[in-house]
């Protein structure tokens, strides 16, 4: 594993090597922002594999990856939490690059359907970790059980994203195409983006096609009134 060469691997990689000692800060840092509302587009899933994978080349070993990521993990559900229930919907605007009011829709429709145990599977999906803790706090979940949860959740996440890094980093064939294996991360932690994306853009299409309907109706029926006709004339 040491003689990987770093420099070949795809960004979550290279961002680690880039942070030379200090490598389990930029973990817990980047945990914390992608949790906190921050920047939900960063490679969390990506970030505990690939460090796990790479944890030799890195000079850490994997339980510390697991001891600065779960504390940054419940923290960053606690910058949600809170920012749902003292702020709210405020926020969100409908056009914003981030803090879409869809995004938040999604995520409470995702809290209403699982309740406290939406904060466990939740974790495990892209994007919509980072906001069902704030549904979590605009539906005003009792602080006590979000905490609960929050904290089943984030150990769960990282340590097996830990767990997974640490198998994968013991079969030699991963060793010797991690460059692949880390692009095969990458692109499945997006997947659900990608999938997401998909539908709203059908939804979308949908939506206009009703309206171009509604609009069509109406104006055959002004086509056969006889009121109209005569005044055309």
Excluded: C
């Excluded at 923290?75 to 003292?86: E, F, I, N, W």
């Excluded at 919907?89 to 879409?100: E, G, S, W, Y």
């Amino acid at each position: 594993m040491t003689g990987l060469h770093l420099s070949l691997l795809p960004d979550t990689g290279t961002l680690l090597h880039s942070f030379g000692p200090w490598v389990l800060v930029g973990i817990a840092v980047m945990i914390f922002i992608e949790s906190g509302v921050l920047f939900p587009f960063l490679p969390g899933d990506s970030l505990l594999v690939t460090a796990a994978i790479l944890a030799g080349a890195l000079g850490i070993a994997p339980w510390q990856i697991v001891l600065v990521g779960v504390p940054a993990a419940i923290l960053g559900d606690q910058v949600g939490y809170l920012l749902g229930r003292r702020v709210g919907r405020r926020l969100f605007k409908d056009d914003a690059r981030v803090l879409r009011t869809d995004r938040l829709e999604e995520a409470e429709q995702f809290f209403a359907r699982y309740g406290g145990f939406s904060l466990v599977l939740g974790r495990f999906v892209p994007i919509v970790r980072t906001y069902v803790p704030l549904a979590a706090g605009t539906a005003a979940m009792r602080y006590r059980r979000f905490l609960l949860w929050n904290v089943v959740g984030a150990t769960l996440w990282v340590v097996g994203m830990t767990t997974v890094g640490v198998l994968l980093g013991g079969i030699p064939f991963v060793a010797n195409n991690i460059d692949v294996l880390m692009i095969v991360v990458v692109v499945v932690s997006l997947l659900p983006i990608a999938i997401g994306a998909l539908r709203r853009m059908r939804a979308g299409k949908a939506a206009q096609a009703v309206a171009g309907a509604d609009l069509v109706v109406p104006m055959a029926d002004r086509a056969g009134d006889p009121t109209i006709e005569s005044a055309a004339r």
